[in-house]
């Protein structure tokens, strides 16, 4: 498959090794009084569509930055690929 | 062995005569032959045997769809089984054999088989072959597995190179013929990046073929001009003898160049073939189109072929079956080989047409609304028995028959990202379906568009098509003028007349009786059918044979063939050598080498190395005299733990971790408190999963408020940096933190022992103070060495000696270690392996890869109160679950054996003192063991249900795999100081 | 109709017209006691043993395509019960044990063949982790050996020892181990559950459940609705998509995993061999083709195929224990649907939901599962309760921290 960095360009999937669904970004407040069963949630509960699916990638022979692709799971057709940072930052992730 | 049925013309080049064998028999042919071509012109029809019935066989093709003529080429280690002879470009010397017989090919002990068909129909095994329950593993299914199968391999080491490659390009063309080129050339003109590819070895496609003109030139001449029209562009790359093997996700294609494969032996330093990735921006599959046959009662002999292969033999390889030819079909194509036949001399006995109205002919006779309804000749054709229009038969006598039951556009590309095939009913076949993905273009015979003229129109109009969607100029080019003639086709898949066999599946022995069955027996979707009676599943794929199948069963069903359905195609297009996929990656360059930087110095000591991942570590460093290796490893760890010893553990991961808020992004990844680790400090680090299971450990130091080094295992550097980027980048985006990995930038050894700090003190500088209180236990920092390098220093210990570990810019790593020998000498340093290694760290209960194993966590590491509950950090939360915190939980302990003989081996599982030795009783198991030369016996770390409180038990060990039972003692694991007092000196 | 030798003989003489379908094509009714969602290997199998083993009734298996054609139809056939954990060894084993018998039990020949199955070890470490396996495997009642690298060579004698990058040291051997024809396996299982009454409906897709008040009641499908007093779902890949439907995330994805078939030739290989220092196994079918696989693509996908980096790096691997294969020649790929679940071992469950019960999570090793997955699916959906070598293939093992995780990857399906 070919991934298109939003800084470097296309580039081929076998440079990248695959995480999974994107909600990873979205961790729980340990402080939460169902702190309990929200990381048992976001550990191991997953939407896995037959569709679009937005997904992190990272660039471990490149740049080594986190990408956020949104890729059809039934074409492979990639939509969308954007920094991790990015749209942590836009989730309200900090420090 | 004069060629008797070679006919005038061609494209062969009668000035080079080729020698080559078959079955041990030396014929003769010319340059430009395929070995199938060479065959026919020798006489030679039978060319292999059936799969199942081992009935006789000859070519059905002039192609790589054929399923019949499968060879053994060359011999010894260049044995290729089932090479199909269509394909096998003649050489000088070429060697082949047939495939699949007891006894010679003539007389095929095996071909018994076909006496007890009635017994042997499509899913007999299923039914039978139960009882003995023994005897299917002894008896019946060796025999089978013996039978089955065609060609062999050699079982010796491939002796041929491969290569791989990259090519980008914005159209990629599959296929040369009409079409192709004609795509190609408008393509080209508009400056545009060109790959044309054909998996033949003249391009021209069908237009090789034929007799028709093209503008005034013959068809082959006219491809010949637009070839080299091409190859002189230069942003055209011409590929001949190169298969597209598969089209993958977003325009990225397989191919498959053979450059070898078609001489005596490779040119010095050439591969034999080529795996190219070709990524491409759009596609244009002009794969031309495939013919297909009509089955009748014994369709199968040798010399009955698809009437188009017959044309390309005569026209191409002036070549016929046999001078005297009956021609089968159901639509005007069946008349052109008639015709280009009759014009080459050979004797067209009759042609027999199914449809009611056909072509007349003043040349040779046709029989219209006639079908052939079996033939003679068992080792070849020698009879067509027909069936004329009033229902007479007569028998026609000929050698060979060319059969035409129209064509199949080639779809199999275009069905690689699951495109579906729909029905074109005036062809009566499947074209591509009309959209597909990644930018993929069909043109010519491959989309339905048969005539020369319109395959022209259709190349040029894909490719301005192509061109539009590349933002590039589209571009008006002149077709040539040639014929178009209209397909004129009445369906008509099999001859129903006779009791017998027709055959749709050749290489596998399927007939129509069989997909009869299969629909009786409840198989009809297409999946089950192909499964349950193996159509389409040789090593043609059914190229020749799914439509005829399909059409059966349409008929069985009541169903049009559309809605019957249509099997999906997979890659490889055509076979493909395991070899070319492989490429270069065998033998040692299987993967990369990685050397650590004492390595060259390690082997002049002559050390014997092991693979660590990627990595060769050294593993001990045999003395003179030595011939076992536990006398090495004992002598390093004793040695070691007496003055000094000196270990590379360059391949331990560094990270290096800087910014305003390193400390705090580490307080988050460790699941032990760092913020407030004070600079020059170093401090043991676990870190955890999200999940609360051990992931690794290692340490981090300060070496300023901003800056720290963390160290990994060697087996998890790679992992725990992606982690900590996943971290960073997707958790705490908003932390000042940068991470690099230094693994490879610094060379870093360990030096241990009570010498150490007295060797060290001969490599720092004089501002350097090493001294306890200067530089206690776990103190880091910048120093310079040897007079200004500069080099890092960690106070940490694995063997649980006065230890160090110092670090210096990978490229002075030799240096380094030699001089650490050098001023080392005179406190006897040795050098230590990684088995000497390993015996410390166990002799002091320190875990490793083998205690985090991906299951453990910090309870059962004995680390539980590691796990700070004040912070956030990754896996606190998980590591809270009831299930990793039971009260009969494993933690690590030490295993002694009773007996100090005995050995307490890794693997073994501990059971208790009495009772049964069972799965149930299981109450742990010893993760790491080792002789330990400090205590005279063998010790094990493992992992004890409520070891903690377990202390002194006595238990057994027991490994029934390797026949030992062990009666052991629970001990602490720590075996060696266990106060640690010499970490402190 | 029983099939045997003699049955062959007696149709061939009378021109074959005795044979019926081997299972029947029924029209779906409004009700059934027992509804199981997917016609492969284990919805099959389940009905099989629902009716045969407990006596069961109404019985119904709904499959969206036609039966067989998942992954029980497109793996690599290999059985065996070489595992380590106490969760998972007795299941495998107890399914070895039904594989053992299984030909003679559903009359239909599956092509049984235990010629052993080797993984192959290159490191100490691996050898310490083998033989806690093996151990593993002989404390629960299962076979395995140890073998020494001559003894694997006289075997093997084409293995590649001499010029290995990851020189071969051992193996751990399941002589019990072997290889079995997938399709039969549908087709046998569909046969006998069949003949025992349960009703096959093909070109059925369910769309939807029927649930009052936390009770499943039935399903609503492509060919109607139809009641069920309990509904099991067995869809492998599918189950997410499927469970969605009665509002269920579940602990898994799907991913593709490819596998490959070389030109039949005559025999070569006569087990299952497994490269321990690359992702390759490889195992000879019958018909005398090659049948070998490795890693996952590593990204989910319901596309039922993959990219070439993973072909390369299967005939990488295969060359580097095989060097002789570079002439034997790839002849198709293809992909299925892996339910990897985020431990890499099965659930086999009740769901929240009354009446609905849940079975997936295979990964990529349903099919040596399949007679002990339909046989303790049916246990539980006839007792509810679990069978006794399944009782940790629970849903909630997650949340209390009890996974079953034999490679030690952790929550991250694509590892396992």
């Not at chain 3, 495997?137 to 084409?158: H, V």
């Amino acid at each position: 498959m070919i991934i298109n960095h939003p800084l470097l360009g296309p580039r081929d999937a076998a440079e990248f090794t695959y995480l999974g669904d994107a909600k990873l970004i979205e961790r729980p407040d340990w402080t939460s009084k169902t702190a309990a069963s929200e990381f048992y949630e976001y550990q191991y509960l997953r939407d896995n569509p037959a569709g679009l699916h937005r997904e992190l990638w990272f660039h471990e022979a490149g740049d080594r930055s986190w990408l956020v692709v949104t890729r059809d799971t039934t074409t492979h057709e990639i939509t969308s690929v954007e920094l991790a940072r990015d749209v942590a930052r836009s989730k309200g992730r900090s420090k | 062995m004069t060629q008797v049925n070679r006919l005038s013309g061609g494209q062969i080049d009668r000035e080079k005569t080729l020698n080559f064998t078959f079955d041990g028999q030396t014929y003769l042919g010319h340059d430009g032959d395929t070995l199938a071509s060479a065959l026919l012109a020798n006489g030679v029809r039978l060319m292999g045997r059936s799969f199942k019935y081992h009935r006789p066989r000859g070519v059905l093709t002039a192609g790589s769809e054929e399923p019949n003529a499968l060879v053994e080429l060359r011999s010894g280690a260049y044995q290729e089984p089932n090479t199909r002879a269509t394909v096998a470009e003649l050489f000088d010397g070429l060697e082949a054999k047939s495939q699949n017989h007891l006894g010679s090919l003539k007389y095929d002990l095996l071909a018994i088989n076909d006496r007890f068909s009635n017994f042997l129909t499509a899913g007999f095994y299923y039914k039978t072959f139960m009882w003995p329950k023994a005897f299917w593993e002894k008896i019946y299914e060796p025999i089978i597995r013996r039978a089955a199968g065609l060609g062999s391999l050699s079982l010796l080491d491939d002796p041929d190179v491969y290569d791989k490659g990259f090519l980008h390009c914005d159209l990629l063309v599959v296929g040369s013929g009409p079409s192709g080129l004609m795509a190609a050339l408008t393509a080209a003109r508009s400056g545009g990046d060109v790959i044309i590819a054909d998996e033949d070895f003249v391009l021209g496609g069908r237009l090789n073929s034929e007799t028709f003109e093209v503008a005034t030139q013959s068809g082959s001449d006219w491809a010949t001009h637009a070839v080299a029209e091409l190859a002189s562009m230069p942003n055209v790359r011409v590929m001949a003898r190169t298969t597209i093997i598969g089209a993958f996700d977003h325009g990225i294609f397989g191919a498959v160049e053979r450059i070898s494969d078609h001489q005596a032996t490779p040119l010095d330093g050439k591969p034999r073939q080529i795996l190219w990735r070709i990524y491409s921006k759009q596609s244009i599959v002009a794969a031309g189109a495939h013919e297909r046959p009509i089955a009748f009662e014994n369709n199968d002999r040798p010399g009955i072929m698809l009437a188009s292969a017959m044309r390309s033999y005569a026209n191409r390889w002036a070549v016929t079956a046999d001078q005297t030819v009956v021609i089968f079909t159901n639509n005007t194509d069946g008349h052109r080989t008639a015709n280009d036949l009759t014009a080459k001399g050979v004797s067209i006995a009759a042609v027999v047409d199914t449809r009611a109205t056909a072509p007349t002919s003043d040349a040779f006779e046709v029989l219209a609304g006639a079908q052939i309804v079996d033939s003679k000749g068992r080792l070849g054709v020698t009879q067509a028995i027909v069936e004329l229009a009033d229902g007479s038969r007569r028998a026609i006598d000929c050698g060979a028959i060319g059969v035409s039951g129209g064509w199949n556009p080639n779809v199999h590309l275009t069905c690689h990202q699951r495109g579906r095939p729909t029905w074109r009913e005036n062809i009566a076949a499947f074209v591509p379906a009309s959209s597909l993905q990644n930018g993929m273009l069909v043109a010519g015979a491959a989309v339905g568009e048969f005539s020369t003229a319109s395959a022209f129109r259709s190349g040029a109009d894909q490719a301005n098509v192509a061109l539009q969607a590349l933002g590039l100029k589209p571009q008006s080019v002149e077709l040539p003028q040639t014929e178009d003639a209209p397909v004129s086709i009445t369906p008509f898949w099999y001859v129903k007349s006779g009791t017998g066999r027709a055959w749709i599946d050749q290489q596998n022995d399927v007939t129509v009786k069989d997909i009869k069955l299969s629909h009786q027996e409840g198989f009809i979707s297409v999946e089950h059918l192909k499964r349950y009676t193996t159509l389409g599943m040789a090593t043609d794929q059914g190229k020749t044979s799914n439509m005829g199948g399909l059409a059966v069963m349409a008929e069985m069903t009541g169903k049009t063939i559309p809605e019957t359905g249509t099997t999906i195609y997979r890659p490889p297009y055509t076979p493909t050598a395991i070899g070319v996929l492989a490429g270069r990656a065998r033998g040692m360059d299987f993967h990369p080498t990685r050397l650590t930087p004492s390595h060259k110095w390690a082997n002049e000591q002559g050390a014997v190395f092991v693979e660590v991942g990627n990595w060769m570590r050294a593993q001990w460093f045999p003395k003179a005299g030595e011939t076992h290796w536990r006398e090495s490893v004992d002598r390093e760890v004793l040695a070691t733990r007496s003055s000094v010893g000196v270990c590379d553990v360059t391949t331990l991961g560094k990270i290096d971790v800087q910014g305003a808020d390193a400390a705090d992004f580490l307080n988050k990844v460790y699941c032990n408190g760092f913020a407030k680790l004070a600079v020059g400090k170093t401090r043991y680090g676990l870190m955890l999963r999200e999940d609360g299971i051990a992931m690794d450990d290692g340490t981090a130091g300060r070496l300023a408020e901003d800056h720290f080094v963390v160290t990994t295992t060697t087996a998890n550097a790679l992992g725990v940096y992606r982690h900590m980027e996943f971290a960073h980048q997707c958790l705490f985006p908003d932390m000042d933190v940068q991470l690099i990995s230094t693994t490879e930038a610094w060379a870093q050894y360990a030096i241990a022992g009570p010498n150490s700090r007295n060797l060290l003190q001969k490599l720092v500088d004089d501002d350097v103070d090493i001294s306890n209180d200067a530089f206690p236990f776990m103190a880091c920092g910048k120093i310079t060495v040897c007079g200004g390098l500069r080099a890092r220093l960690f106070r940490i210990s694995f063997s649980g000696e006065l230890a160090y570990e110092i670090a210096v810019p990978a490229h002075y790593g030799d240096a380094m270690m030699r001089k650490i020998i050098e001023v080392g000498a005179e406190f006897d340093v040795v050098p230590y392996g990684t088995e000497a290694l390993g015996v410390m760290r166990i002799e002091k209960g320190h875990a490793a890869g083998n205690e985090l194993n991906g299951t453990t966590t910090a309870v059962n590491l004995g680390m539980g109160r590691m796990v700070s509950k004040k912070k956030d950090s990754i896996g606190s939360t998980l590591s809270e679950r009831p299930g990793l915190n039971t009260a009969d939980a494993l933690v690590q302990v030490g295993i002694k054996p009773v007996d100090p003989k005995d050995p307490v081996p890794a693997g073994a599982h501990l059971m208790n003192a009495d009772g049964p030795v069972d799965a149930a009783n299981d109450q742990g198991y010893a993760t790491s063991a080792c002789y330990s030369p400090n205590l005279g016996h063998h010790i094990a770390l493992g992992f004890l249900k409520d070891g903690a409180n377990r202390k002194g038990e006595r238990m057994r060990l027991v490994s029934p795999l390797t026949g030992i039972e062990t009666n052991v003692e629970i001990v602490s694991a720590h075996f060696v100081d266990p106060e640690g007092d010499r970490l402190r000196a | 109709m029983r099939y045997s030798g003699l049955r062959i003989l007696k149709e061939a003489l009378t021109g074959h017209k005795g044979w019926k379908p081997a299972w029947r094509d029924p029209e779906p009714q409004a009700a059934y006691d027992y509804i199981i969602i997917g016609g492969g290997g284990h919805g099959l199998a389940t009905a099989y043993y629902l009716a045969k083993e407990f006596k069961q009734k109404k019985i119904a298996v709904l499959e969206k395509g036609w039966i067989g054609g998942g992954n029980v139809g497109r793996n690599t056939t290999i059985i065996r019960s070489n595992y380590l954990l106490d969760g998972n060894e007795p299941f495998y084993e107890f399914s070895l044990k039904l594989w053992e018998n299984l030909e003679q039990d559903f009359n239909f020949n599956a092509m049984i063949s235990q010629r052993g199955i080797l993984n192959l070890l290159h490191s100490d470490a691996q050898r310490d982790a083998f033989i806690r396996r093996g151990n593993a495997m002989l404390l629960n009642g299962a076979d395995a050996e140890m073998l020494s690298t001559a003894q694997i060579k006289k075997r093997y004698p084409f293995l590649n020892t001499e010029d290995a990058r990851f020189p071969i040291k051992g193996g751990l051997a399941q002589h019990r181990g072997g290889t079995v024809r997938h399709d039969a396996v549908a087709w046998g299982y569909a046969r006998g559950a069949d003949s025992r009454g349960v009703d096959i409906i093909q070109n059925c897709e369910v769309t939807g459940f029927k649930i009052e008040n936390g009770t499943c009641t039935g399903v609503e499908t492509t060919r109607g609705d139809i009641l069920g007093k309990k509904v099991a779902s067995a869809v492998a890949g599918s189950s997410s998509r499927v469970m969605a439907k009665a509002g269920m995330r579940l602990p898994m994805e799907s991913h593709v995993l490819q596998a490959f078939v070389s030109e039949g030739l005559k025999p070569v290989l006569p087990g299952v061999v497994t490269f321990g220092a690359g992702h390759f196994y490889c195992s000879q079918s019958d018909k005398g083709g090659l049948v070998f696989g490795g890693d996952l693509d590593g990204y989910n996908s319901y596309a039922q195929r993959g990219n070439l980096p993973v072909v390369e790096d299967v005939c990488e691997g295969g060359m580097a224990i095989f060097p002789m294969l570079g002439r034997a020649r790839l002849l198709r790929m293809w992909g299925g649907i892996m339910d990897m679940s985020m431990d890499g071992s099965p659930i086999i469950d009740r769901t929240h939901i009354d009446g609905l019960y849940f079975n997936g999570g295979w990964c990529y090793g349903g099919f040596k599962a399949t007679p002990a997955s339909g046989f303790a699916f049916a246990h539980l959906l006839a007792t509810d309760t679990p069978h006794s070598t399944a009782t940790a293939y629970r849903f909630d093992r997650f949340e209390k921290g009890m996974m079953i995780d034999e490679k030690g990857m952790g929550a991250q399906p694509n590892l396992h």
